[in-house]
């Protein structure tokens, strides 16, 4: 008997066969667009080892069997994998972006009033949707002048509780300005602050996977969309099937923000590349 790390005695672990473990990551893979192998056996069987028993599964062939025949289980696979490091202010030169040239450009074709839809894929525990709604308030002096939507969307449903949540802690926190922690936060308590309610009502949680269109169509088309250091985990096949839900997400001359390593003109020939003097970003020009 091999106890896992992490796991306590009376807990076993589950050694994953070679079929097995391409069945387990081809699950993950249709869900998700994650790609998983053979490199990452370690971290797969931990958390495998960890479902198994928490769902006090006999075998991993029955804990398979579950996944193929309930959408909850396997929700709870794909909520154990994903990543969700982030922090307030992340990347903040693509915010400076967003009021310094993108929002200029595209109220060109909006009135006063008007409804801006921004959209955060993935939205982790809220730090960027949230990081999105206080720079604006901060920074771009035409904020109450439009109707600014929010949305926040993640595979991980557990992860977007915490986001409605609204607690914080510091390592989230670090980034922001002392002043800008006092102004939008409560106090601090055990370690933790919360995010006034006027900022957490701003924004609106959903769930939905950028690899399936049918998770997505209640959410509307949008202005700009923020999805950055995702693609990075998915092959060429999922790339290209989240550019075009992207496309379909956008309104026409919409905007795209992606990760610093990441690169739409890879990917897809919807979208060109825009130099702004804040960031270099995307945007939708239609197919071609």
């Known amino acids: 008997m091999v106890i896992a790390p992490g796991i306590s005695a009376g807990f076993i672990s589950a050694p994953l066969s070679q079929a097995d473990l391409e069945e387990i990551c081809a699950i993950i893979y249709e869900r998700s667009g994650m790609v998983f192998g053979e490199t990452k056996r370690y971290y797969i ?28 289980e396997t929700e709870l696979l794909i909520n154990s994998f994903t990543v969700n490091e982030t922090y307030f202010y992340r990347e903040q030169h693509q915010l400076a972006c ?67 949540e609204g607690l914080f802690g510091q390592r989230s926190l670090s980034k922001l300005p002392e002043d800008v922690r006092e102004r939008y936060f409560e ?30 169509t209640a959410l509307g088309r949008f202005d700009v969309i923020f999805c950055r250091n995702l693609l990075i985990y998915f092959d060429q096949a999922a790339r290209e099937a989240a550019a075009r839900h992207i496309h379909d997400l956008l309104h026409p001359g919409g905007y795209i923000c992606l990760g610093h390593t990441e690169s739409m003109s890879r990917i897809s020939e919807t979208f060109e590349p825009v130099r702004f003097p804040e960031a270099i970003v995307y945007r939708d020009v239609g197919r071609k």
Do not use: H
């Open 45 to 72: 069987e931990r958390r495998v080892t960890d479902l198994i028993n928490q769902r006090r599964a006999q075998s991993v062939r029955n804990y398979i069997s579950m996944l193929r025949g309930d959408q909850r």
């Open 187 to 216: 106090p601090e308590k055990d370690q933790q602050r919360r995010l006034i309610s006027d900022l957490r009502e701003s924004v609106t949680f959903a769930s939905g996977n950028i690899v399936e269109r049918e998770s997505l």
């Open 98 to 164: 967003l009021s310094g040239s993108i929002l200029p450009d595209i109220i060109r074709s909006k009135g006063p009033g008007d409804r801006i839809r921004i959209w955060s894929m993935p939205c982790s525990s809220g730090e960027e949707p949230y990081s999105i709604a206080i720079w604006l308030l901060e920074n771009w002096p035409l904020v109450d002048a439009y109707n600014i939507d929010i949305t926040g969307s993640d595979i991980d449903t557990d992860i977007l509780k915490q986001a409605v």
